[in-house]
């Protein structure tokens, strides 16, 4: 079966050697690096691994064994990322990720296929004390929310559409800042900006006055 890359029940960003997929089954974040977006990328359903390595060997002017495809397409299966993952046997039974880096990352100057996971925390999980993220650090947008920052902050946009963001600090209840006629920060701005702590609707107050209720 050539693997096919799941669409179902994700948000997806692409970036230009990255991407960014949101799993609104699991509320969880997946990072994937430069090799494991190119296959992801690649895994259309139409293409044989053989036609993925001929791919990814033509981006990097360099022979590509098959192996690094089978085993990015091992981390994508473990993330439940990849559609027919049932019918797509593995190359590496019985193998752990270890002595298949050793058998074939030696042999290669094109990176290791890794996936990075962010964890969105319930509700319960915040109130047990789970460990928070601090600010200017990365966090998973959700409408300026809270989301994984820590007490005081709220998690602000990156880019558009936003999915990953960083955590800033934020105003708290009856505040609010900037000034009349001058060039504003919004509530709702990038990470450069400030926050409003709970905002409701649009948070614009006035003439230029960023309000938080």
């Not at 964890?119 to 959700?142: E, H, K, L, R």
């Not at 900037?178 to 614009?204: E, F, H, Q, V």
Request: hydrophobic content about 35%.
């Amino acid at each position: 079966m050539n693997p096919r890359s799941r669409q179902a029940n994700i948000v997806t960003q692409e970036f230009e050697d990255e991407v960014v997929i949101y799993d609104l089954e699991t509320n969880k974040a997946f990072v994937l690096n430069e090799t494991c977006a190119f296959v992801w990328r690649n895994c259309d359903g139409k293409q044989e691994v053989a036609e993925i390595s001929l791919n990814l060997a033509q981006k990097h002017r360099q022979p590509v064994n098959e192996d690094i495809v089978w085993l990015t397409i091992d981390e994508l299966k473990k993330n439940n990322l990849i559609e027919n993952s049932e019918n797509l046997k593995s190359r590496f039974e019985g193998l752990k990720r270890r002595e298949i880096i050793k058998k074939i990352g030696l042999s290669t100057m094109i990176v290791l296929p890794m996936i990075s996971i962010m964890v969105a925390p319930t509700s319960v999980d915040a109130q047990s004390g789970t460990a928070c993220i601090a600010n200017n650090n990365t966090c998973i947008f959700s409408n300026y929310t809270q989301s994984n920052c820590c007490p005081g902050s709220r998690c602000d946009e990156a880019s558009a559409p936003p999915i990953i963001g960083s955590c800033m600090n934020c105003f708290g209840p009856n505040q609010s800042f900037g000034g009349t006629g001058a060039s504003i920060p919004a509530c709702d701005a990038l990470p450069t900006k400030n926050l409003c702590c709970n905002p409701t609707g649009t948070p614009m107050i006035g003439s230029g006055f960023c309000g938080c209720p």
